[in-house]
């Protein structure tokens, strides 16, 4: 294809990113497929310099830090055809107007569960082992505990819930499957079959956070699950058991769960809480069992790279004319992130 023939495109993202998402190599490959001036990058829309560039795009490469895509960016930009968002949910970042005008979608979602189920994989086990309680009582004891104080310690046979059969939970499920869990699944929209397809067997939600020792949060944050886990649901989760969430705070009462693990009756790996961050006086700071980390399970550093690859090859298909291979659609967003 001629270079004139090429699509132009504009970023549009906070740029402290676009040299971890497309590292030298990444952004040669880029260049080769679309006309795009690696030097710049619109963190306003409505800016008078960036106007020019705008009326041209026909692709925009978006990140986080990109403002919303509304009606007044598809009048500031009449040749667009494509979003190519090179992070995970589009669901505040795309208006329906984009959808209503033909414009295609693709998100790099996919992409960044992977990071975030890897690192639920790793709380998973490391819980089963109660390291972060172990590590607390190792530090302030200095002295290896007896054996029968780890009696309930071990992974063979845990019970692992899942909530969500989301991107992120589907790739967790798959993780599990060489582990001696007994792992279970709430989703409303997954049958029992469906279920034993990902390896888990279905359960109602009461149930779920009933019989397992391990409750993983993966759902979306969307109004049906708000508080989902409210006072009544985390007071079924059996003593001892531990929630990890990498989803979103809003999933989980942060009063009620604040209650519970201040009790020491639970504990908790909490990637995500409500609000982020927590403020300074907050007990779950320095409490032992529970294990707080400044929402880094999603994609960093070098794992950056590979959602910018995601969009890259997106590129390719387009000036193939082929199918998005990570298209989103409006419908989608109506029961996932």
């Not at 829309?45 to 020019?52: C, D, Q, V």
């Not at 992409?111 to 607390?136: C, Q």
């Not at 302030?140 to 989301?166: K, M, Q």
């Not at 000036?319 to 998005?324: E, R, T, V």
Request: net charge negative; with cysteine; glycine share 6%.
């Amino acid at each position: 294809m001629a270079t004139s023939e090429l699509p132009r495109a504009v970023f549009a993202m906070n740029p402290v990113h676009l040299p971890e998402l497309f590292p030298p190599r990444l952004m040669a490959r880029l260049t080769a497929l679309a006309r795009i001036d690696p030097a710049l990058v619109v963190q306003d829309f409505a800016e008078p310099a960036m106007a020019g560039p705008l009326a041209e795009a026909e692709v925009l490469i978006t990140g986080w830090g990109c403002p919303r895509v509304d009606e007044a960016v598809l009048t500031a930009t009449p040749r667009l055809r494509t979003v190519l968002h090179a992070a995970g949910s589009v669901r505040n970042l795309i208006a329906p107007e984009v959808w209503e005008r033909g414009v295609s979608v693709s998100s790099a979602v996919r992409a960044n569960a992977l990071p975030v189920a890897e690192f639920t994989l790793a709380a998973i086990l490391l819980s089963g082992k109660d390291a972060f309680g172990l590590r607390h009582r190792f530090r302030t004891e200095n002295a290896f505990p007896p054996p029968a104080d780890l009696a309930a310690v071990g992974n063979l046979g845990r019970r692992v819930g899942i909530i969500g059969a989301s991107r992120v939970g589907r790739r967790l499920l798959e993780l599990l499957r060489p582990f001696d869990f007994a792992v279970t699944l709430y989703d409303p929209y997954v049958d029992a079959g469906e279920a034993a397809a990902l390896g888990a067997v279905l359960l109602p939600l009461d149930e779920l956070m009933r019989t397992s020792d391990i409750v993983s949060l993966h759902a979306p944050d969307i109004p049906e699950t708000y508080r989902m886990l409210d006072r009544r649901r985390l007071s079924l989760m059996p003593d001892g058991s531990v929630l990890v969430n990498t989803s979103r705070g809003a999933l989980v009462d942060p009063d009620a769960l604040t209650d519970e693990l201040v009790s020491g009756r639970i504990g908790a790996v909490l990637d995500v809480t409500e609000p982020e961050p927590l403020p300074a006086d907050s007990p779950l700071y320095r409490l032992p069992n529970v294990f707080l980390t400044p929402h880094i399970a999603g994609s960093l550093g070098n794992e950056l790279e590979r959602l910018g690859r995601t969009v890259v090859d997106e590129l390719a298909l387009l000036g193939a004319g082929a199918p998005l291979a990570h298209a989103v659609r409006q419908a989608d967003l109506v029961n996932s992130a």
